[in-house]
């Protein structure tokens, strides 16, 4: 992680899950609690936006966009900025729906590096979202592709369950230990 004595040093937080998990309220919430800034998903305001949900060939366009607005927001941060999901979630989802990722998003998957992995655990009632979500069913699939991903890759991360203050406490304990 990178030395919270240098207050220009921001650690970059991916909060990933699958669809109804809960990663904007913990974003946001993280935020509020550490006095910081968040990077909310993109997709979201895309399928807002749009009216409709991204296609194969712009998953790379969601992805990149997501990155940009966490360099811009980086600049904002104090100490910790938490990111509402990261291309490994485009490129998870990209696989899951179309088969495959492209090459730039698998590029762009594979050097985009966080100080930190949260995953939300799908522990609570799905909810309709309007285009953008799907099914309880696709939620837990996804969730397991995710862990299958992570743990295939080797790469550490702290799965957050419970109520929404629950999870910040989880998060909270993880990083003060983390940090010390």
Same mark, same amino acid.
Request: overall charge negative.
């Given at each position: 992680?990178?030395?919270?004595? &240098? ?11 699958? !669809? ?35 296609? !194969? ?10 990155? !940009? ?5 980086? $600049? ?27 090459? &730039?998003?698998?590029?762009? #998957? ?12 799908? &522990? ?8 953008? %979500? ?5 939620? $837990? %699939?996804?969730? #397991? ?5 992570? &743990?295939? %890759? !080797? ?26």
């Amino acid at each position: 992680m990178t030395s919270q004595t &240098d207050k220009n040093s921001i650690n970059r937080v991916a909060i990933l899950g699958a !669809e109804s998990s809960g990663k904007s309220a913990l974003a946001e919430a993280l935020a509020a609690h550490y006095k910081t800034v968040w990077v909310p998903e993109y997709l979201r305001e895309f399928v807002e936006t749009q009216q409709r949900v991204p296609k !194969e060939a712009e998953q790379i366009l969601i992805a990149r966009t997501q990155v !940009e607005r966490e360099n811009k927001l980086a $600049q904002q941060a104090y100490q910790w900025l938490f990111c509402d999901t990261s291309p490994l979630m485009t490129a998870l989802y990209s696989r899951h729906y179309f088969g495959e990722a492209d090459a &730039d998003l698998a590029a762009l #998957e594979a050097q985009h590096q966080y100080d930190f992995t949260i995953v939300t655990a799908p &522990d609570f009632p799905w909810t309709a979202d309007g285009l953008q %979500r799907e099914s309880a069913a696709v939620r $837990q %699939r996804v969730h #397991e592709e995710l862990l299958d991903l992570l &743990d295939e %890759r !080797e790469m550490p991360f702290l799965l957050v369950g419970g109520s929404l203050k629950e999870r910040v406490e989880q998060v909270s304990f993880a990083l003060s230990f983390l940090m010390s």
